[in-house]
Each structure stands twice: as structure tokens, then as C-alpha cells.
């Protein structure tokens, strides 16, 4: 027994040699540059920065610098920022001493400050990732202007829409089966008719309604006019963007009265403590329901936005892609480079994950096997799109969506019978936009 | 008048040893120096890049707008307009309410009612925190969940709205910063009371005036520097408002105010020269009134 046990470990240590060797192999085959540049790493530091995350952030970022420690011999140095200052002072960061490496956020944000030179073009490393990243993950994060991808995809999360399996169950409506207007209409009227909030929503911090934006738009008329309309190929004042918010302003009747009170948390509250039927929102907040009580995260569901126009079905969703961008300033882009290189790489993802890492990975390599109903839920909302839209403020400008786009949402919820005065605003100030 | 100023400039620079010199140089030119790298040539560049199109990033992307960013804030915008009506409510309100309120309780306090101790520390204490803190005290009692509402039995899902309610959110955020303001002017005033001859109250009082006319007539006059400091502190407070709305809302877009639209066009991904349009508005607000006011009273103090 003893004995055929150690000829299966002494096979297995074959096994091992012979990997190992194929992989001295492959190593010795490498370029000469890629070569100099993995002696270059060794020794060398690299920074790091985690964009907010508390604990569990450091944990994880710490579990995945090891890693990359163990295997290039290149020291990391990590530190975390609040995640919303880093991201108002990006550009000045960026042009004084920026840590080599940092999660980031894909479409405008990372394609703009790219073309302005601050990002480093990271084509050899999205390049060498090609076999396990999707081509649309690959297209999400090239630009569209340089044709050169500036982040290296990692992570994504669905808006869809959310609410309670047992809440629709009580109004004796199937929570399986919300697919359409009609079927969303009836849930927020039941719900409204037990004197709750039918549909809820925050506008407090300026952004959290543009998520009713973007998808009822793409619902309405499809992702090509959102986008168009959004880069100024459609108009803000053209019927089918009023249609949009003519649809909107159904939705107002159903809204909590404190809008412009609360934010994405309110809204999460408003689901938690079943005050309300349903809400658009992204799927980031489930891990609350689960630390208040595993019913409560077995309550919570997720479906598409209901289908609007039957042309577009329930095509489009908006998923915010994250992932990794180095700075082209950065005292040490090569290390940056390898290091977001292997964040994004199968094996910086397994460290993640096994440090507690939540998130749903856009690479083939990433392991879904063990997820609970409700990830595979989101997993399902996801694949039901062929149109990934990043959210309005990464999908445009950023002198327009944050200081027009915003305030012009809140302004609609406020008054909307205003909505002709507002759009004409809204397209004034896209005309007065600098175009280069 | 020429060769008088002359003849005093001379007599001066005779006087001075060469130690004295180079510490007046010293003294002078330092915070000159400071004040003109650190505040006037920003502004300067500022008021330069307000006729720009720039996303604050690669210099040689620096376009000429002529006129375009503030044709865009005046004609375009709404926000520009909401912004300016409550930078104006807000002046309006700590003019005509809180600033005097502060000299009033400073008034009472220094005549020594009883208990004068004790409202004394109460208005002060605000005054010791800042408006970012006093932000985020009162969000937490008013905002949907808070403590206000928790106590009037309103749970998030029917929370009243206040912050949220443009029919109130003026008076609430106006009554939260007079909060601080009172304070700060009391104290102001009080120390300036404190230095008031008692001898000049108690003649006018036996010459049979009353109250009012001592406040007016007495008090008010001998109190001109100070009064100048508290028109001067209450016009700029009001217009330089931003840290207690900003903490409050997150956003600048509810309850716009000038410094805000600033921050959102100058900061973060926003970026673009209109903000430093806002900025040149602002600064002309702030800089024309102050500047009249502070002429005539030195003109008339001069007579």
C-alpha cells in the first residue's frame, strides 16, 4: 500500500519535472528583450496602489503582490487611497509621481487620460492575455481613438434590476417572469397599493439616476442611438431621446419622495428593509444583504431591465469593465507593466479570489463552478446582452456627462414637465463643448 | 503734498540703520514675494485660462475660446442662475439676520444679563468646529435614517425629505450655517465691546438717551473697525460658501452654489476652463463689493 503510494508521488514528482522543464523551455525561448526585462524586475520595486476596498481590498492586494513577489523577485510596495479622491485628482496624479500600477475603470476614463499620454499602452501585455480574455473585454478597453488598449480588463458587474423574490410572491406575481413593461408596470403598482415604494430611486449624488438613463434609452432605441447619442451623432432634443423620457417620467408616480435625499446606500436600504418593489441598480451591494443575513441574500434576485421596444429586446446592459492601468510616468513601467500583466493573468486571478475576492473576472480562466444562485443569476443577466454599455460617465465625456448630464437628470426627476427646456440645455452645452 | 511725502520718505530712510533696512526688506518682501507667486499669479493664470477650451492636461492642447466659456455659463447653463440666486439668499440672509443677531447677542452679553456666562459658551462652541464637521453633524441628524427622523418615527422608506425639498433645503442649510456665523460674530464683537470705554455709556445714559441710541450713537461709532472686519468677514463667508454643502450633498448639483460649480468644472473628470470661468465670476463678486466698501469707509474716515 505504502509502496504503490510512493510510486504514484514519485510519478506525480515525474510529472512536475517534466511541466517545470517545458515551462524552462518556453522561458528559454522567450525574446532576449522580454528576458533583460524579467532580470531588469528582479530587485527592482514596484508600486502599487488599491483604489478604496477597506480590509478586505488590502488583503487581496496584498495576497496577489506576494504572488507576483514570489515569482519576478520584484518587491511591492502597496498603499490604498480613498477611492473617490483618487479619482477627482487622476490627472494631477498622474503628471506628479504616480504608483506604477492601480486598478482603474475602462472606457472614457482610461481611453482619454491614454491618449493624453498618462497611461501606458499595454498592447504587448493585452496581447500576450489574448487566449483567456473575450474579444469583447478586449475591445472594452481599447480606444477607440489610438487603436491601443490602456487598461488590461479584470473584473465587471452587472446594473440590473433588483428586488425581492418573497416581495413580488405577496402581490402574487412570479419573480421569475418580469420580462416586459407591462409585467414591471404591475409589480410597481401592487407594491405601490400595499403603501410601499414601487420603484426606488436616489439622486443625490448626481450619478446614481443616470443607470435609468442609459437603460431605458437602450431599451427604447437601442445601444447604437445610446452611444450615438452620447458622442454627439444623435441629438439630445430628437423625438426618440424624449420618448426616452417619456417613459421615465412614468416611473416618477412610483419613486420614494426623497429622491434627491438619498444615494445608492438609501436605495440598498429601501430593498433591505422591503420597503420597496423594485430598483435599477449595480449588482455591488448584494454583500450587504449577505453580512445582514444569509435569508435576506437568498431574498435578493436580479433580472435584465424589462424589454421596452421588441426591436431590441433586452440586448443591452450596462457592466461596468474594470481592470488594470499603468502610468506612464510611474519611476518603474516595465514593474508596472509585469505587474498588471499577472493581475490580470489566471494566476493573479486565483490569488484573488482565494484572498475573498467577490467580483465576477471577464477571463475564461475564471472558475464559476462554485457560485451561489444569486452570482449565477448575475452570470445569467450578463450573458443575456450583446451590448456592453460602461455607464454614462464612462461612456462620455467627462465635461459633460459629470457637470450636464447629471444636474439635467435631477432637474427632469424635480420637474418633469420642464424636459424640452431641459434637453435644449443639454444640447447647448454639448454644442459649446471644444471638439478637436 | 508731493514734496512733503518727499521730504518724509528721505527723513525716513535716513533714520533707518542698515539692520533695520534689511529687516523691513525682510518682512515686507517675504510675504509679498509669498503672496505674489502663491495668490496672484494663479489668479492671473486663471483669469488667462477662462478664455481657454483645456482639460488641464498637455499644455499644447491649450485652445483660444474668446469669450465662448462664459457664453456657455450665461446663456447655456441653469445651474449658473440656481447658483447665484442662493449665493445671494445666503448673503441676504447672514446681512440681514445673522450678522446682526451675532452683534445683537454680543450686545446682550456684554451688558452682563444673567446668565451671560452660559449663552456665551453656548454660541461660541459651534465656532470651534469646522463647517466640513458641522456638515456632517447635521447630515447625520436630517438625512433620510438620521436622527431627527428617527425620532419623529420615519424610518428611510418615509423619511421627509429636507435636503432634497428645494421648497426648504435654503432655510435649513441657511439655519445651520447662522448656526456657526452668530457665534463667530458674537465673539467678534464682543471683544471689540469689551474695549469700550463704560465711561462714554454711562455719560450718554445720564444725558438721558435710551437703549437704542446708545447702541446707535455710541456704541456703533467707536466700534468702526470692528464693524468693517464683520461686513468684510460676512460678505466673503457668503460667497466662498462650498464645505458644508459640498459634505451635505456629495454633489454640487442639488443646491448649486458658485464655489461649487467651480470645483465640479476644475476638479476630477469634469475638467474644463469653464471652471475657471466660474472662478473669475466669483473672484469679481467677491473682490468688487469689498473693495467699494473698504474705499468709502477709509475715504470718510480720512475726512
Known amino acids: 500500500m505504502s509502496e504503490e503510494k510512493n510510486v504514484v508521488s514519485r510519478r506525480s514528482v515525474l510529472k512536475g519535472a517534466a511541466i517545470g522543464g517545458a515551462a524552462l523551455a518556453t522561458g528559454g525561448a522567450l525574446s532576449a528583450e522580454s528576458a533583460s526585462a524579467a532580470t531588469r524586475l528582479k530587485g527592482s520595486t514596484v508600486k502599487w496602489t488599491t483604489r478604496g476596498g477597506g480590509a478586505t481590498g488590502d488583503k487581496i492586494a496584498k495576497a496577489v503582490n506576494d504572488a507576483f513577489t514570489k515569482k519576478t523577485g520584484a518587491k511591492v510596495v502597496a498603499q490604498q487611497v480613498n477611492s473617490d479622491d483618487f479619482q477627482n485628482n487622476f490627472a494631477q496624479i498622474m503628471q506628479g509621481s504616480p504608483d506604477d500600477a492601480f486598478g482603474w475603470m475602462a472606457g472614457y476614463r482610461s481611453n482619454h487620460f491614454g491618449e493624453m499620454g498618462l497611461l501606458a499602452d499595454l498592447t504587448r501585455e493585452i496581447n500576450r492575455l489574448k487566449s483567456t480574455l473575450p474579444t469583447a473585454a478586449i475591445q472594452g478597453a481599447t480606444s477607440p481613438v489610438t487603436k491601443k488598449p490602456y487598461i488590461l480588463p479584470t473584473t465587471y458587474y452587472p446594473w440590473g434590476l433588483h428586488y425581492r423574490k418573497s416581495m413580488v410572491k405577496d402581490i402574487g406575481m412570479n419573480p421569475e417572469k418580469i420580462n416586459n413593461w407591462d409585467d414591471f408596470v404591475k409589480l410597481m403598482t401592487l407594491t405601490q397599493k400595499k403603501g410601499l415604494v414601487g420603484y426606488s430611486l436616489g439622486a443625490k449624488g448626481g450619478w446614481e439616476a443616470m443607470g435609468t438613463f442609459d437603460i431605458l434609452n437602450a431599451r427604447v432605441n437601442g445601444y447604437k442611438y445610446h452611444i450615438d447619442l452620447l458622442n454627439g451623432r444623435a441629438k439630445w432634443t430628437d423625438a426618440r431621446t424624449k420618448e426616452t423620457f417619456k417613459y421615465f417620467a412614468q416611473l416618477i408616480p412610483f419613486m420614494n419622495d426623497n429622491v434627491m435625499d438619498i444615494s445608492w446606500d438609501g436605495m440598498r436600504d429601501l430593498l433591505l428593509q422591503k420597503k420597496t418593489g423594485a430598483m435599477m441598480m449595480g449588482s455591488w451591494f448584494a454583500n450587504d444583504f449577505k453580512a445582514k443575513s444569509q435569508a435576506d441574500y437568498d431574498d435578493l434576485w436580479v433580472v435584465p431591465f424589462p424589454e421596452i421596444n421588441p426591436k431590441f429586446g433586452v440586448d443591452t446592459i450596462d457592466a461596468p469593465l474594470d481592470g488594470i492601468s499603468v502610468a506612464a510616468n510611474g519611476k518603474n513601467v516595465t514593474g508596472g507593466k509585469a505587474l498588471a500583466e499577472f493581475w490580470a493573468s489566471p494566476e493573479g486571478i486565483t490569488e484573488a479570489v482565494k484572498a475573498g475576492d467577490t467580483n465576477i473576472y471577464v477571463s475564461k480562466s475564471f472558475d464559476t463552478s462554485s457560485y451561489d444562485a444569486f452570482n449565477k443569476q448575475k452570470l445569467a443577466v450578463l450573458a443575456s446582452a450583446k451590448n456592453i454599455m460602461f455607464f454614462l460617465d464612462r461612456d462620455a465625456r467627462g465635461d459633460f456627462a459629470g457637470p450636464v448630464v447629471g444636474p439635467a437628470i435631477q432637474n427632469f426627476i424635480k420637474k418633469p414637465s420642464d424636459i424640452n427646456k431641459i434637453l435644449e440645455n443639454v444640447q447647448a452645452q454639448w454644442d459649446a463643448l471644444p471638439k478637436n | ?303
Request: hydrophobic share 50%.
Open chain 2, 1 to 303: 503734498m508731493k514734496t512733503a511725502a518727499t521730504v518724509k520718505k528721505n527723513r525716513s530712510r535716513r533714520s533707518l540703520s542698515k539692520t533695520d533696512r534689511f529687516t523691513l526688506t525682510a518682512f515686507v518682501g517675504i510675504p509679498t514675494l509669498l503672496q505674489i507667486i502663491l495668490l496672484w499669479v494663479p489668479a492671473v493664470v486663471t483669469i488667462i485660462l477662462s478664455f481657454t477650451y483645456w482639460n488641464g492636461i498637455r499644455l499644447k492642447d491649450i485652445q483660444w475660446a474668446g469669450i465662448q466659456n462664459y457664453k456657455n455659463i450665461f446663456i447655456n447653463n441653469p445651474l449658473f442662475y440656481q447658483a447665484l440666486k442662493n449665493n445671494a439668499i445666503w448673503l441676504a440672509f447672514f446681512v440681514v439676520v445673522a450678522t446682526p443677531l451675532g452683534i445683537m447677542l454680543a450686545y446682550q452679553i456684554d451688558r452682563g444679563i444673567k446668565g451671560h456666562a452660559f449663552y456665551e459658551s453656548i454660541y461660541y462652541l459651534p465656532v470651534v468646529l469646522s463647517l466640513a464637521v458641522i456638515g456632517i453633524i447635521w447630515n447625520f441628524m436630517l438625512q433620510p435614517g438620521g436622527f431627527v427622523q428617527g425620532l419623529m418615527g420615519r424610518d428611510i422608506g418615509n423619511a421627509i425629505s429636507i435636503y432634497g425639498n428645494p421648497k426648504i433645503n435654503t432655510w435649513v442649510i441657511l439655519g445651520i450655517a447662522s448656526w456657526r456665523h452668530i457665534g463667530y460674530i458674537m465673539l467678534l464683537y464682543l471683544s471689540g465691546l469689551k474695549s469700550v470705554d463704560p465711561a462714554l455709556k454711562e455719560a450718554a445714559a445720564i444725558d438721558g438717551a435710551t437703549e437704542w441710541q446708545i447702541f446707535r450713537k455710541i456704541i456703533l461709532p467707536t466700534m468702526q473697525p470692528v464693524n468693517i472686519i464683520i461686513v468684510v468677514i460676512t460678505l466673503i463667508e457668503s460667497l466662498r460658501a462650498f464645505d458644508l454643502v459640498y459634505i451635505i450633498y456629495g454633489s454640487p448639483t442639488i443646491f448649486p452654489l458658485l464655489n461649487l460649480l467651480v470645483f465640479q468644472n476644475f476638479a476630477g473628470q469634469g475638467i474644463s476652463m469653464k471652471g475657471a470661468a466660474y472662478a473669475v465670476i466669483l473672484l469679481l463678486l467677491c473682490i468688487v463689493p469689498i473693495i467699494t466698501y473698504l474705499r468709502i469707509t477709509f475715504k470718510e474716515d480720512l475726512k
